[in-house]
């Protein structure tokens, strides 16, 4: 069973930057996609960004392209998924989930295991 928990959310100022992280543990969690996905009050759940096991596969989503990178660090008993987020508008604001898929994607339906989220406020 795979657990995931984010952490890193906070206030940060329009234009700054802040990384969230993905913590994940659990059998094979290794060998399996990781996105993350955004929710703002009022909306629908959105795409991110996600990479494929190995990090050599990503997908973003066009509203971040080039200014959020998603990256991975797979140790042998716990894997951290990073959300690096620079140049950061009024519009990121929403709280930031991350879930796992058995193949990188975009759907939100190929996702499982979804954490609680961490909450990002970008004043402008």
């Known amino acids: 069973q795979v657990q995931l928990a984010e952490s890193g959310g906070g206030l940060v100022q329009a234009g700054g930057s802040l990384r969230v992280s993905c913590a994940a543990s659990?059998?094979?969690?290794?060998?399996?996609?990781v996105g993350w996905f955004r929710q703002a009050p009022g909306k629908d759940r959105e795409f991110v960004a996600a990479i494929s096991w190995s990090g050599s596969t990503t997908f973003y989503a066009d509203s971040v392209k080039g200014r959020f990178t998603i990256s991975r660090d797979n140790a042998k008993n716990m894997v951290m998924v990073y959300l690096q987020m620079n140049s950061l508008k009024s519009e990121d604001t929403a709280v930031y989930y991350c879930?796992?898929?058995?193949?990188?994607?975009?759907?939100?339906?190929?996702?499982?295991?979804w954490g609680q989220g961490t909450q990002v406020t970008v004043s402008s």
């Open positions: 879930a796992t898929a058995p193949r990188v994607g975009v759907s939100s339906t190929l996702y499982s295991g």
């Open positions: 659990g059998r094979s969690f290794s060998t399996y996609a």
